[in-house]
């Protein structure tokens, strides 16, 4: 929310600016031309030996002048731009200046597995100097293990950086099987870079002679996508030119680094985004509510720092939601094998805990909190996501 307050003030300031700037230019403009017609007036005038009185045209000039750059009108634009600039520059220091230690509580962490997660971290990019460092350091023996697949994985996109895929081809090969289980086409994406490299390079016989080798065994599941690159071949040496220059963008090279480590970690049972670089990016994004309920419960500081649970919701993206969550929305309580979501007869959800608080332990019928309809706990029926 705040954010998009910062935005909304940004575009209000920049509508301003624009505004004062235009107006500012076109009296500019306008005032030049009025100078200048009133130069080839007087040059005119002395040119055809006439006397021309010069006071009153320069009177003249002086009132249309005024006319078109009135002072008090420009220095009203111009006070209308800096206090909006001034609220701007205030709302940012609100927003970015904050004392974030307001929202800290202290939860028992096992910092052992935290240690890990740093460690798994550095090893994920690239910083295995680094990783090594911090493992020695925090006693996390364990993490090495961690580190060797990434060393191969690094390894990988540092050759398909250099435009060498074979390094890449190989992996892929050894883990044809699995790859083809999570019905991943990383191998044969791999392959087709490859052809259009030898045909750009190359020759079309060996662009040729790689297809009938390595992407005829393909022909049966991507015939659309090889009839494609056999196409290419007719376009040798104009590739840039055809139908099929798309596959020439460089971009290509980024989507397989992509794909390559996506599939990657895949194998090696790990997300795809680091889960510390997830955590944080959460962190942030929750803060500002974290900081706003701080501020609420300023006078019950305490309270704050022993809750076991929120009492509002901290809204995140969905590339934070990983999983189906549902949170009663009586007790507030996360969903649980133990205390499942259950459907009412008039269709809201409650969780099974909050339903036998309402009916006594299945004793009598209550009223649904959302509507007037009457609901007897036995009709109740268990939710899965």
Not at 36 to 54: G, I, K, Y
Not at 235 to 250: E, F, Q, T, V
Not at 367 to 385: E, G, H, I, N, R
Request: contains cysteine; charged residues 25%; glycine residues 4%.
């Amino acid at each position: 929310m705040e954010l998009r307050n910062n935005k909304d003030t940004f575009d209000h300031v920049t509508k301003k600016q624009k505004l004062c700037s235009s107006k500012l230019n076109e009296a500019m403009d306008q005032t030049g031309q009025e100078i200048e017609r009133a130069l080839v007036e007087l040059q005119t005038a002395d040119a055809n030996n006439s006397h021309p009185d010069h006071k009153s045209l320069l009177a003249e000039l002086k009132a249309k002048l005024k006319d078109i750059a009135h002072l008090g009108q420009l220095e009203g634009m111009q006070k209308e731009l800096n206090v909006a600039l001034s609220k701007y520059t205030k709302q940012l220091e609100k927003s970015f200046n904050q004392d974030i230690s307001r929202a800290y509580r202290n939860v028992d962490f096992d910092m052992h597995t935290v240690d890990q997660i740093i460690a798994g971290h550095l090893y994920r990019q690239g910083l295995f100097d680094i990783g090594d460092c911090f493992a020695n350091e925090a006693g996390v023996q364990e993490s090495a293990a961690v580190k060797s697949p990434f060393i191969e994985m690094h390894h990988i996109l540092k050759a398909i950086k250099s435009l060498n895929l074979d390094p890449a081809l190989k992996w892929a090969a050894a883990n044809r099987e699995q790859l083809k289980q999570k019905g991943s086409d990383l191998e044969l994406k791999l392959l087709r870079q490859q052809y259009i490299e030898i045909l750009q390079k190359r020759s079309r016989d060996e662009a040729l002679k790689h297809a009938r080798t390595f992407l005829a065994p393909f022909a049966s599941t991507h015939m659309a996508e090889i009839q494609k690159l056999m196409a290419c071949l007719l376009w040798a040496g104009k590739l840039d030119s055809s139908p099929y220059s798309d596959l020439l963008s460089p971009n290509n090279w980024d989507e397989l680094s992509e794909e390559l480590t996506r599939e990657f970690c895949n194998l090696l049972g790990q997300p795809f985004e680091s889960p510390l670089s997830m955590t944080v990016a959460a962190g942030v994004q929750g803060l500002p509510t974290l900081l706003k309920l701080t501020s609420v419960m300023a006078g019950k500081r305490q309270e704050w720092l022993s809750m076991k649970q929120l009492p509002v919701p901290v809204e995140l993206d969905r590339e934070f939601q990983f999983h189906t969550v549902f949170v009663c929305p009586v007790s507030r309580d996360q969903a649980t094998e133990e205390n499942p979501a259950m459907l009412m007869p008039c269709g809201h959800v409650l969780c099974k805990q909050s339903i036998m608080k309402l009916s006594k332990g299945n004793t009598k019928s209550f009223k649904c909190p959302y509507c007037p309809t009457a609901v007897d706990s036995v009709q109740c029926k268990q939710l899965y996501f």
